[in-house]
């Protein structure tokens, strides 16, 4: 509505400016009219009163009416006319007005019309005070107005946002509790399993990834709950970056195989890469960002995952495959949500870029896309770095659980799941 106003009052200072400017060229040329008719025509009833023509013949000087104004005539243009026998025009402002004069010769004679404008000054300040109490009233009405639409339009759709924040929370709320007995008991079958590799390495597939599910509903949580109050900000850590890279290349491994695709990783020298943030965040940006490429890469594809420092305080993660690719024109608005190519016939880029560029510059950092059609696509990620770790010192790491360790807490405050309560103290004494 601010902006409403200010257009509304842009276009009435354009519609005044337009009033005024043609109010004064039309005074202008009635001005010049009157006084080319009374310096040519010998009216003998008189000018009117607000023109005063004076004749000089020879030394006589004749004025047209008296008392005419103080300091006419101007004896300075008398003179000059009557030694070039040509036209002079001039202005003077005096006591508060203006004073056209025209000095011109008429036969033997030399005359002098003053034309005295302030009715026409007088017209202009009556204009300019409209378009003041016009805009006065305008602004006070715009204020009027954007009180009466904020009461019976905006709030409505607040009331919406605040609903669809609730629904969320709610959602996220209700779905902790089963999420929670789902990867307790996941974790149940995995230390109940036998000793066979492929059962057990299932099974603890099995229990990050519903981890990771856990983490992904508190999320949901925590941005309905930012939403309300923006000043409730996570706590940020130190964050392995290569870690994290290889968790993803770990997890996608089979998936990978299945297409016949090499995920190649490089890291700088296996060190830890410390970055601040979230840990599930950003290990969302390196896992989605890696899926994507397995999305559109073909079989016998190749894609090759960076992690490195760029400079003391920079650190950047590259991902650049050789599939489907894009148009470089795109590069852009691929963050934007469902975004649609202009060739994209079916294909979306959906809302995943554009949650993940929220996660980075929500950490202070950047991302970039480059590509071209059949050519692959390349993704790169920059988070401002921590120092880098000593030499034979270890990265923090975070707890293998930490979704569910948050929803162990916040069962442990809620006395209707005693059983909750026990599984959580009974995982909280367990190294997994």
């Known amino acids: 509505m601010v902006f409403v106003g200010l257009a509304f009052g842009a276009l009435l200072a354009l519609v005044g400016g337009v009033a005024y400017v043609s109010l004064v060229r039309s005074q202008d040329r009635q001005i010049q009219r009157e006084l080319v008719y009374a310096t040519s025509a010998d009216d003998r009833t008189g000018p009117p009163g607000c023109v005063w023509v004076f ?3 020879g030394t006589a000087m004749q004025a047209s009416s ?32 203006t004073f056209y004069v025209r000095t011109q010769p008429r036969g033997d004679a030399i005359v002098q019309t003053v034309f005295d404008a302030r009715y026409q000054l007088a017209d202009r300040r009556h204009l300019l005070a409209a378009l003041a109490l016009a805009a ?5 009405a715009t204020v009027l107005t954007n009180r009466i639409v904020g009461r019976f339009a905006v709030a409505p759709l607040v009331e919406a946002l605040e609903r669809q924040r609730r629904f969320v929370a709610d959602a996220s709320h209700e779905l902790r509790n089963p999420i929670a007995q789902v990867h307790t008991r996941a974790q ?42 923006p000043a409730d900000l996570p706590r940020t850590e130190p964050v392995d970056l290569t870690a994290l890279a290889r968790d993803a290349v770990t997890a996608e491994a089979d998936r990978a195989g ?28 390196v896992g989605q960002l890696l899926a994507n490429s397995l999305t559109h890469t073909p079989a016998g594809g190749r894609i090759d995952l960076t992690v490195r420092r760029a400079g003391r305080d920079r650190a950047e993660f590259v991902v650049a495959d050789t599939g489907d690719g894009f148009d ?4 852009d608005r691929i963050f934007d949500r469902f975004h649609r190519g202009a060739e994209a016939g079916d294909r979306r880029f959906g809302l995943g870029l554009a949650l993940l560029h ?11 896309a480059s590509g071209r059609p059949g050519q692959g696509a390349t993704f790169t990620v920059r988070l401002p770095a921590l120092a880098p770790v000593a030499a034979g010192a270890r990265a923090p790491r975070q707890p293998r659980l930490p979704g569910q360790l948050r929803v162990a807490a916040w069962l442990s405050s809620h006395p209707r799941f005693p059983g909750q309560v026990r599984v959580a103290a009974w995982l909280s004494s367990h190294g997994r």
């Open 358 to 368: 929220e996660v980075v510059t929500g950490h202070g950092g950047t991302i970039e």
């Open 55 to 57: 004749t000089l013949r």
């Open 328 to 331: 470089p024109a795109e590069a």
């Open 66 to 97: 008296a008392p005419f104004p103080a300091g006419f005539p101007l004896r300075s243009a008398l003179d000059s006319v009557a030694a070039t026998r040509g036209t002079e025009l001039t202005t003077v402002e005096r006591g508060g007005t």
């Open 136 to 140: 006065a009233v305008a602004l006070l």
């Open 258 to 285: 299945e297409r016949r695709v090499t995920v190649a990783l490089a890291t700088p020298d296996g060190s830890p890469l410390l970055v601040p943030g979230v840990e599930s965040a950003l290990r969302r940006v």
């Open 188 to 229: 149940l079958l995995a230390r109940r399993a036998g000793k066979g590799a492929a059962d057990r390495r299932d099974l603890d597939r099995l229990v990050v990834t519903t981890a990771r599910l856990g983490e992904i509903v508190d999320e949901l949580l925590l941005s309905a709950r930012l939403a309300a109050a």
